[in-house]
């Protein structure tokens, strides 16, 4: 494997893939939890301006779910395979919370009828919710650890996927998002929806910090090989006391209503919590549970070193037009929801 | 069943519901662009109309789209493992491009396609129409360059052996001008300009048969018959194309196409007909030595028959390749008579004058629909019984952990959902069809339509 600036392609594209994958957590993350937390506003005017507050972005905000996909099955064909292989039925109950979500959000508006509208609405709520906690399991069980046979392929059934520590996961990965999706939609309203949501984002707010305590009391006293890293490199604790500094500055900026800031914060917060279960699980794509010599890592379940160059090309090349693209969209439709003609 | 003939449906299910979809998009793409283009030239409002009604029709099946896409994209890790770890660095680098060059282009515009008319000047928004278009095109590119990777594997190497072989890229550009990427793209991007243009012409036949929206039906009639013309002409020559990479490159293929078996005779051609796969006889209306003819430029020379390859590295199903590549074939014959036709009339001043003529048309958006589908079944079935042509078998290709009840599972799951998408995309379809273009009062017209159902917004209002 050839490397670049002293670093392998491998352990490149590992960090390419990680940043995809926090991309996604960010942008769909706010959208997703704006669906989780949809039927907590319960007037239609409502529950309009919300969707239209995602309207022009969630389908952009699903593409890094696409390249994230990509990124894996070209860079880690191996861990591409056996991961998805072995999440079989949740997988295919999260793909169905994508889809259903997508038509959701796309036929409510396309009728009048009250009970049309209600009925979407809990499509779109239920969808978005499971969409969360599938995301949150998966990545629980990525970083607990799956048995896999010396083929590296899934050799446990159904009920492995639920463990405290997983569900743990997918709970907090559920929270966080409905915080970040509720800051989103503060900063996209107006009146008494927005206070309504100002509320909403606080309880979210105490949501989250509770579920990620719990979780990382948990990995503390019960996992400990997610813990080694940190121990062994007391520098790197600087990234829990960074995401706790992002975590205790939502609320403070909520107070304020400076939402702007608190978005961020919880972006960052996002972006903290995957640098750390980045760290923890380095370099394992999926921890052999029970036999930890067929983990699947960065190593042994890499592309060709010349396929790793053109990943790494493709994707200088890509990443900057697809931040200018998504930029401008933002941008575009920056401020405050107008419904117009076109909306939802 | 087992979890092989259970995957292989499961996978031949989920395309060809998703493939309904992409070709509508990269089809009205190409049509909103000259929709809006013909817009900023004239200024005329009634383009501004035809587009913007174009518009929404657009977002519902892209949203359809989308979602059955990114089904596909995962559905190679969950059912096919093993293929997907020997054909990762190749098939999954497509993938990944795809993803980053093209649908993030195509879902990023979409927002101020469909959203923006009122937050930005109509320039940018025709540039966001053909950033739309552009991607659609970019995808195709990607996933037509993927598969065709496939059928003629160009630019790898195989790496270990056994469960641990791997196909490795050794030359990137070789992988994707691969010997039939280019053919097969330009018959991909036709056959979805089609669907998109007769999407046009069949919903604007129904107007003007229904004399509704005559001032926006005809003009939109015209262009869009204009376009089908065009494509259904070139789409001739793409097939034809097409069809000699098949012969120069894929020959046990070509032979279940035509269901020619022996070697040493000359081939036919047929324009319907039968093959009996055990009797290996095939009986119809035939241009005898045709396809000889075709492909060596003389009807008496032989071609390679299904007999010259082993009992198992050709594909079995050879009455099916046979009836969906006819299918094909057939349809598209149909529609260069349909539009050459309807362009006479047209310069005889007689376009509208003919009620069967329309009745034809409103029903003509099968048409494209059933050819795309039967080219992909053509291509994809001929291929058998190998997912790389060549170098792997499907039957080795399976998720080796996925069991067969998993797979009833999800199949089951998949068709019941499609079946409701379905129901509810012609439903809405048809709904947005009937109300027509024009009209911006529309979105009013629900909210007081909401408004009257509507307790809690009676009280709020």
């Not at chain 2, 927002?111 to 278009?133: C, D, E, Q, T, Y």
């Not at chain 2, 196409?257 to 081939?267: F, I, L, P, Q």
Request: with cysteine; aromatic share 14%; proline share 3%.
């Amino acid at each position: 494997m050839g490397s670049f600036l002293g670093i392998e392609y491998n352990v490149w594209w590992f960090l390419v893939f990680g940043a995809v994958i926090t991309g996604y957590a960010i942008l769909d993350g706010f959208d997703l939890g704006a669906g989780a937390l949809h039927l907590f506003l319960n007037k239609e005017q409502s529950r309009r301006i919300a969707l239209n507050a995602i309207g022009p972005v969630w389908d952009g905000n699903e593409v890094w779910l696409v390249i994230g996909g990509g990124a894996m099955f070209a860079g880690f064909p191996v861990a591409y395979a056996a991961i998805f292989s072995a999440f079989y039925i949740p997988f295919m109950i999260f793909l169905m919370g994508i889809i259903f979500r997508a038509v959701a959000i796309e036929f409510r508006s396309k009728e009048p009828m009250l009970w049309w509208r209600k009925t979407w609405d809990i499509v779109y709520c239920v969808s978005s919710v499971i969409i969360a906690l599938s995301l949150g399991l998966m990545l629980g069980n990525v970083a607990y650890g799956l048995p896999l046979n010396a083929e590296k392929e899934f050799a446990g059934n159904n009920y492995s996927f639920f463990h405290p520590f997983t569900i743990m996961v997918a709970i907090t990965t559920l929270a966080l998002f409905m915080m970040h999706g509720a800051i989103y939609l503060t900063m996209k309203t107006e009146n008494r929806l927005y206070t309504k949501l100002h509320l909403l984002a606080n309880n979210f707010t105490v949501f989250f910090v509770l579920s990620f305590v719990i979780t990382t009391l948990y990995t503390l006293l019960y996992i400990p090989h997610l813990c080694d890293y940190f121990k062994t490199h007391p520098v790197s604790f600087i990234i829990p006391i960074l995401m706790i500094l992002a975590i205790a500055n939502i609320p403070r900026q909520i107070k304020k209503g400076k939402y702007r800031y608190a978005f961020l914060s919880s972006a960052i917060t996002i972006a903290l919590l995957l640098i750390m279960v980045a760290i923890e699980v380095f370099p394992y794509l999926l921890y052999s549970a029970g036999a930890p010599e067929n983990s699947i890592t960065v190593y042994n379940a890499a592309a060709s070193a010349k396929t790793m160059k053109i990943l790494l090309v493709i994707a200088l090349i890509g990443t900057p037009l697809v931040a200018i693209y998504t930029v401008f969209v933002f941008w575009t439709f920056k401020g405050k929801v107008k419904l117009d003609e076109t909306s939802y | 069943m087992d979890a092989e003939v259970l995957a292989r449906i499961q996978f031949a299910f989920t395309i060809a519901f998703h493939y309904i979809y992409p070709p509508l998009s990269i089809g009205l793409g190409l049509l909103l662009v000259v929709f809006e283009g013909m817009y900023l030239k004239t200024g005329n409002k009634l383009y501004e109309e035809i587009t913007r009604f174009w518009i929404k029709i657009f977002a519902l099946i892209f949203g359809i789209g989308v979602a059955t896409g990114i089904i596909m994209e995962f559905e190679f890790g969950t059912n096919w493992a093993t293929y997907s770890k020997y054909v990762g660095d190749i098939f999954g680098s497509a993938l990944a491009a795809e993803g980053i060059f093209a649908f993030a282009l195509e879902a990023g515009f979409l927002g101020i396609l469909i959203f923006g008319w009122n937050r930005v000047g109509p320039k940018i928004h025709f540039f966001s129409a053909i950033m739309v278009f552009l991607g659609s095109l970019f995808s195709a590119i990607w996933i037509v360059v993927a598969n065709s990777w496939q059928q003629t594997p160009a630019g790898f190497h195989i790496v270990g052996e056994g469960i641990n072989a791997r196909a490795e890229i050794t030359d990137f550009r070789a992988m994707v001008f691969n010997p039939s990427s280019a053919d097969r793209l330009i018959h991909v991007w036709i056959g979805a300009f089609l669907a998109g243009a007769f999407l046009v012409l069949s919903v604007n036949a129904w107007y003007i048969l229904k004399k509704r929206h005559l001032d926006i039906a005809k003009p939109s009639f015209k262009i869009a018959l204009v376009v089908a013309t065009i494509f259904s002409l070139l789409q001739l020559v793409a097939g034809s194309r097409s069809a000699d990479g098949v012969a120069k490159n894929q020959p046990a293929k070509l032979a279940a196409m035509e269901g020619h078996y022996d070697s040493s005779s000359k081939a036919d051609m047929y324009v319907l007909g039968f093959v009996n796969n055990k009797e290996q006889k095939t009986t119809g209306i035939k241009i005898p030595g045709g396809l000889s003819f075709l492909v060596h430029g003389n009807f008496n020379e032989p071609i390679k028959g299904l007999n010259a390859f082993k009992e198992d590295e050709r594909p079995k199903q050879v009455n099916a390749i046979f009836q969906v590549y006819h299918l094909m074939i057939g349809i598209g014959t149909l529609l260069i008579i349909l539009t050459l036709y309807a362009c006479i009339q047209w310069t005889r001043k007689k376009l509208f004058d003919q009620k069967w003529l329309l009745v034809i048309f409103a029903w003509s958006v099968l048409l494209p629909q059933a050819a795309n589908q039967a080219g992909w079944f053509t291509a994809e079935m001929g291929r058998q019984p190998w997912v790389v042509y060549g170098l792997l078998k499907t039957s080795d290709a399976l998720s080796k952990t996925v069991k067969a009840n998993q797979v009833v599972f999800s199949l089951i799951l998949f068709i019941i959902v499609y079946a409701l998408l379905f129901v509810l995309f012609l439903y809405l379809l048809n709904k947005k069809i009937q109300h027509g273009p024009g009209d911006h009062g529309e979105r009013e017209e629900i909210e007081e339509g909401s408004k009257r159902n509507n307790p809690v917004l009676q009280q709020q209002s």
